[in-house]
C-alpha cells in the first residue's frame, strides 16, 4: 500500500495531460477564503480561456438559499505549489447568473478605477505590507506562549533569530517559497515586533494585480498553516495590552511621483488623502480601532498626521524619497484583515481621479 504522501504527491505529468484548478474566492464574511477544484483537459495559462463556474452561495452567506447560485469568473492564474506539475490555481471573484457582481465582489469596481485612462497612465504601483499573526489551534493564544500566559516584553522578537524569539519559521519560510513558486511577487519577510507575529510584502505589483496577488499568498498561507496544525489571524489586535497590533501598511507610487519632481506630486496627494481621511479609515479592515491607538508605532484613528521617517504617522515618507526627490510613500492605517481590492482602488481613486 503507499503511503498517503506517495499518493499526495503523484506527478500526474507521467500519466495524463489533464491538469487540477483550484478555484479560489472571498467568501461573506469578506476574509473568508474559499476554494474548490476541477478537473481540465489540460494546461491553461489563460484566464479568459478557464470555464467559468458556480457555487452555493447560501452556504457561504452570499445568497439567499431558494436562489443560491453564484458564478465564478477566472480572473488570474498562479502555479499550484501544493499539487505542482502543471496544475493552477486561479483567483475568481463572483457574480449573479444575471453577471451583475455580488455585494462582497470587491474586485469588480476595483478594476473599474484601475482601467480608468488617468490611472493606467500612471502605473500605480503596490507594496503591501502584510503582517499576520500565528495561533496555537487549540487555545487560539500566540504561538510560543506560554498557554494562559505571557513571554517577555516586547523587544528580542522584531527580526530576531533564536529558538526563544522567533516561532514557527518553517512555516513562514514555506510560504515564503511557495509564493514564489506560484509567480506571486513576494519581496521578502521578517518577523515582527509581538512574538508570534510575522510579516511578508508583495510588490511591487501594478493596479489590481496586487490585490490578486495578495488574495492569493493569503491563500497559501491558510493552506500552509491548515498543513501544519496552526492557526492563522488577521485580527488588528489580537492580544490587548502592550503589544503591537497587526497591519497591512500599503505602499504606493505613480509614474508622476517616481520621475524628476515627483516629491511635490507625493504631498499633494498626501494632503488629498488627508482630507477623506474618514472615509479610507471606514475602508481600512474591521477592528482598526483596536490597533491606531497612537501607540505601539500607530497614529490616532482620528488624527490624520504624515511625516518623513515617522512610524507614528499615518503617512511615512522615506528619508530616500524625501532626499532624491521622488519615489513612494508608505500608508500606515489599513489594518491586516483589510481588503487589498478595496485599499489598492481607493488609494488610487483618491490620489488620482477625486477632485476636492
Not at 301 to 317: E, K
Request: contains cysteine.
Amino acid at each position: 500500500m503507499s503511503l498517503l504522501s506517495d499518493l499526495v504527491n503523484l506527478n500526474l505529468s507521467d500519466s495524463t495531460e489533464k491538469v487540477i484548478a483550484e478555484y479560489i474566492w472571498i467568501g461573506g464574511s469578506g476574509l473568508d477564503i474559499r476554494s474548490k477544484a476541477r478537473t481540465l483537459p489540460g494546461p491553461v495559462s489563460d484566464p479568459s480561456k478557464l470555464p467559468k463556474w458556480n457555487y452555493d452561495g447560501s452556504s457561504t452567506g452570499q445568497a439567499p438559499g431558494k436562489d443560491s447560485e453564484v458564478i465564478l469568473y477566472p480572473q488570474a492564474i498562479f502555479r499550484d505549489p501544493f499539487r505542482r506539475g502543471n496544475n493552477i490555481l486561479v483567483m475568481c471573484d463572483a457574480y449573479t447568473p444575471a453577471g451583475e457582481p455580488i455585494p462582497t465582489n470587491k474586485r469588480c469596481a476595483a478594476a473599474k478605477i484601475f482601467s480608468h485612462p488617468n490611472v493606467v497612465a500612471e502605473v500605480p504601483w503596490y507594496g503591501i505590507e502584510q503582517e499576520y499573526t500565528l495561533l496555537q489551534k487549540d487555545v487560539k493564544w500566540p504561538i510560543g506562549w506560554p498557554v494562559g500566559g505571557f513571554p517577555g516584553p516586547q523587544g528580542p522578537y522584531y527580526c530576531g533569530v533564536g529558538a526563544d524569539k522567533a516561532f514557527a519559521r518553517d512555516v513562514v519560510d514555506a510560504h515564503y517559497k511557495a509564493c514564489l513558486y506560484a509567480g506571486v511577487n513576494i519581496s521578502g519577510i521578517n518577523g515582527e515586533v509581538m512574538p508570534g507575529q510575522w510579516e511578508f510584502q508583495v510588490g511591487p505589483s501594478v493596479g489590481i494585480s496586487a490585490g490578486d496577488e495578495l488574495w492569493v499568498a493569503r491563500y497559501i498561507l491558510e493552506r500552509i498553516t491548515e498543513i501544519a496544525g496552526v492557526v492563522l489571524s488577521f485580527d488588528p489586535k489580537p492580544i490587548q495590552g502592550d503589544w503591537n497590533g497587526a497591519g497591512a501598511h500599503t505602499n504606493y507610487s505613480t509614474k508622476s511621483m517616481r520621475e524628476k519632481g515627483g516629491y511635490e506630486v507625493i504631498k499633494k496627494a498626501i494632503e488629498k488623502l488627508g482630507l477623506r481621511h474618514k472615509e479610507h479609515i471606514a475602508a481600512y479592515g474591521e477592528g482598526n480601532e483596536r490597533r491606531l491607538t497612537g501607540r505601539h508605532e500607530t497614529a490616532d484613528i482620528n488624527t490624520s498626521l504624515w511625516g518623513v521617517a515617522n512610524r507614528g504617522a499615518s503617512i511615512r515618507v522615506g528619508r530616500d524619497t524625501e532626499k532624491e526627490g521622488k519615489g513612494y510613500f508608505e500608508d500606515r492605517r489599513p489594518a491586516s484583515n483589510m481588503d487589498p481590492y478595496v485599499v489598492t482602488s481607493m488609494i488610487a481613486e483618491t490620489t488620482l481621479l477625486w477632485k476636492p
